[in-house]
């Protein structure tokens, strides 16, 4: 990714540690919503089991951009989308911008994939609008787009593979707000959504602050920054100055994974406690050993192997759901034990793959 992606590879070799490996032909039928009508979050949804193709008619290349990797999410993203491109035998060509901040290195990174022979292109978009005008032109062209992940605010899109990050934050809130019922004693929460701008954490930010109305939760802090772990580290450690009796930090899985360490450095591990609104190898040890009390799983590499399917579909002619995602819950010290890693989670020792043949 950046000058720092190294250490994001020898970080998620550590972590992800527990993980297994799933068998490429196995993930599927997999539990999933579907919107209808489709690119509307509020419209209705139908529960359906997702079955994904045997193989693709021939070696379609496929453009697919992310915003970073430098964070074990993204790596589960990597890893779905090209353990599934090869199960299906597609060719893909994977690109990443190098943060939220890099708009437009992002806009060239998908000219050049489609001035290049893409005929598919699978976006992890870092602005929600930003991104419309590009997904236009590309679909002008006959083009397919597939948003994935964090969401394009586009009706030009081909389909969605994707969960509803306002429910992400919804359900971390729900969980807090059950903890601290109105009438119980206020606690004092910071929160820190992770990118202002990105269009998930504009969802998650308005699902956590709506899911905590009513309950005993005081919001003291609401810090936004990009998703690396000196940025988070840094609004924690000053946000824990400012406030000396905070309770929860809470917010990105990148944030939650730099507290633990800076809690356990100023001895706040019993003062102050960790959740997050999305999953990585991070957060998932973290809840194994009491670190992180919870978070909801948006089964990541399911979404980025749905990705691809749905691509290779439109490209076959084959029928395809225009709106799909898997469907969430949220993972605690109670059922962590239940949880499958796989669905979620790159496996132990994967490094980011930018190229299948």
């Known amino acids: ?111 050049d994939c489609v001035a290049a022979g893409a005929k598919a292109v699978i976006i992890g978009a870092i602005s929600a609008d930003g991104i419309a005008n590009l997904v236009k032109e590309i679909a002008g062209k006959g083009i397919p787009v597939i948003d994935v992940i964090n969401g394009i605010n586009s009706m030009e899109l ?74 988070q580290a840094k609004l924690v450690e000053d946000t824990l100055t400012t406030h000396p009796d905070l309770k929860y930090i809470v917010g990105t899985a990148v944030t939650a994974e730099a507290a633990v360490p800076i809690l356990r450095s100023q001895d706040l591990t019993d003062n102050v406690k960790i959740a997050a609104y999305y999953f990585t190898p991070g957060v998932y040890q973290g809840i194994k050993r009491g670190q992180i009390l919870a978070a909801p799983t948006d089964s990541t590499a399911v979404q980025g192997r749905i990705a691809v399917d749905i691509a290779v579909r439109v490209l076959d002619g084959k029928p395809y759901e225009k709106h799909v995602g898997p469907k969430l819950y949220v993972v605690s010290g109670d059922n962590v034990k239940d949880f499958d890693p796989t669905s979620t989670l790159a496996p132990n020792g994967f490094k980011p793959v930018f190229r299948v043949e």
């Open 1 to 111: 990714m950046r000058k720092i992606i190294l250490g994001l590879m020898a970080t998620a070799a550590i972590t992800a540690s527990a993980v297994s490996s799933v068998s490429a032909e196995n993930w599927f039928p997999y539990p999933v919503q579907v919107w209808e009508p489709a690119f509307n979050m509020k419209s209705p949804r139908k529960d359906i089991k997702y079955e994904a193709l045997e193989k693709a008619s021939t070696k379609h290349e496929i453009c697919v951009s992310f915003p970073h990797m430098k964070d074990a999410y993204w790596l589960g993203v990597n890893y779905g989308v090209t353990e599934e491109a090869k199960r299906l035998g597609v060719k893909v060509q994977v690109v990443e911008a190098g943060g939220y901040t890099e708009l437009n290195k992002q806009i060239s990174q998908i000219e």
């Open 158 to 231: 081909t389909a969605k593979s994707l969960v509803s990050f306002g429910e992400m934050g919804a359900k971390t809130g729900e969980y807090l707000a059950k903890l601290h019922p109105a009438g119980s004693g206020k606690v004092k929460v910071a929160w820190f959504p992770g990118p202002a701008g990105a269009g998930w954490v504009e969802a998650g930010n308005s699902g956590f602050a709506e899911a905590i109305k009513g309950s005993d939760i005081e919001l003291v802090e609401t810090k936004y920054g990009d998703t690396g772990k000196e940025v």
